[in-house]
């Protein structure tokens, strides 16, 4: 079994159990889409935070996850 993993962004939330994300992409580990984080952080200090990463910057706060997922073969 092949493994992707997909980067998500928290796009919005409705209420205290539902929210939007956004696919940013799919990558061939986590340490590329934790690369992918820092890249779009920029100068921005990255925090990990219970399976999710954030950085502030002067747009605001941007939340991600990274999701394994089957790729389809």
Partial sequence: MKLTYE???L???KDGSRSTW???GRFPNVRRA???IHELAGSS???PEEGFYWY???EGTHT???EAARLEE
Avoid: G, P
């Fill in 7 to 9: 980067l998500w962004r």
């Fill in 11 to 13: 796009v919005a939330v």
């Fill in 22 to 24: 956004e696919l940013v």
């Fill in 34 to 36: 934790q690369r992918k």
């Fill in 45 to 47: 200090i990255v925090s």
């Fill in 56 to 58: 502030e910057d002067r």
């Fill in 64 to 66: 991600f996850r990274i």
